[in-house]
């Protein structure tokens, strides 16, 4: 169990809806980051959120936002889904201090707009 | 800007054999470097890393030794079994609050028995 906490981990749903996905980070990490992973764009890195704010954007589409919460929670709100946007959204987490810069992996959300 | 090259897979061996996924990077300064690891139907989760040069990460029978003066950091096993079927990513950050972690494609692995 990596401590990150991904919500729901499954969703369905049709073309033109709306989606949130909600990650809690493990206990006292900072930063955030969103992925998408799909079959044949590999693991694309769309966001990262620091301590509240946006630190750095990846190839997010306008569709899509984040936000990271005071209590450092994080969501992800996917728009006007089309079908291309099925695939494993998945959250991470760091703490980035000194000797532990790595990013510790929630289990995703598999989306699949029909 | 800062990347992560890895092999193309899918790579497939027969249990036993010796495993090596090539990984470069091209990134200023030093950053840390890392292997993560993702099983079928799992997010990815950290195999190794190394934080400087010379390093050498290892766990599992995997290892991995930071070269600066060829930037790579290949990832290597000497006997392969059929539970390291996975898909493997290379990746690097820098030790500082805000950079992002920036990932290879991925290289996906299959032991046969």
């Known amino acids: 169990d990596s401590g990150v906490t991904q919500t729901p981990k499954h969703l369905i749903t049709a073309t033109g809806q709306r989606v949130t996905l909600r990650c809690s980070p493990r206990?006292?990490?900072?930063?955030v980051y969103w992925y998408q992973q799909s079959l044949d764009q590999g693991l694309q890195f769309l966001i990262q959120?620091?301590?509240?704010?946006?630190?750095a954007k990846g190839n997010i589409l306008e569709r899509f936002s984040a936000q990271q919460f005071p209590d450092l929670h994080s969501e992800l709100n996917l728009s006007s889904l089309e079908l291309g946007d099925s695939a494993l959204y998945f959250c991470?987490?760091?703490?980035?201090?000194?000797?532990?810069?790595?990013?510790?992996f929630g289990q995703g959300t598999r989306l699949t707009v029909v | 800007g800062n990347s992560v090259t890895q092999m193309e897979g899918p790579v497939t061996l027969s249990e036993e054999a010796f495993l090596t996924i090539n990984c470069t990077y091209t990134?200023?300064?030093?950053?840390?470097l890392f292997w993560y690891v993702q099983y079928p139907g799992e997010g990815l989760q950290l195999l190794l890393k190394?934080?400087?040069?010379?390093d050498k990460g290892s766990n599992k029978g995997f290892e991995a030794t930071y070269r600066k003066e060829t930037t790579s950091f290949h990832l290597e096993k000497g006997s392969v079994q059929v539970s390291d079927s996975a898909v493997y990513f290379c990746?690097?950050?820098?030790?500082?609050?805000?950079?992002?972690?920036?990932f290879g494609k991925g290289t996906r692995l299959h032991i046969l028995p």
């Open positions: 991470a987490s760091s703490s980035h201090d000194r000797l532990n810069t790595e990013a510790f």
């Open positions: 206990s006292g990490d900072l930063s």
């Open positions: 959120y620091y301590n509240g704010e946006e630190r």
């Open positions: 990134a200023t300064g030093y950053p840390s």
């Open positions: 190394a934080t400087k040069a010379d």
């Open positions: 990746a690097l950050t820098y030790m500082n609050r805000d950079d992002k972690i920036i």
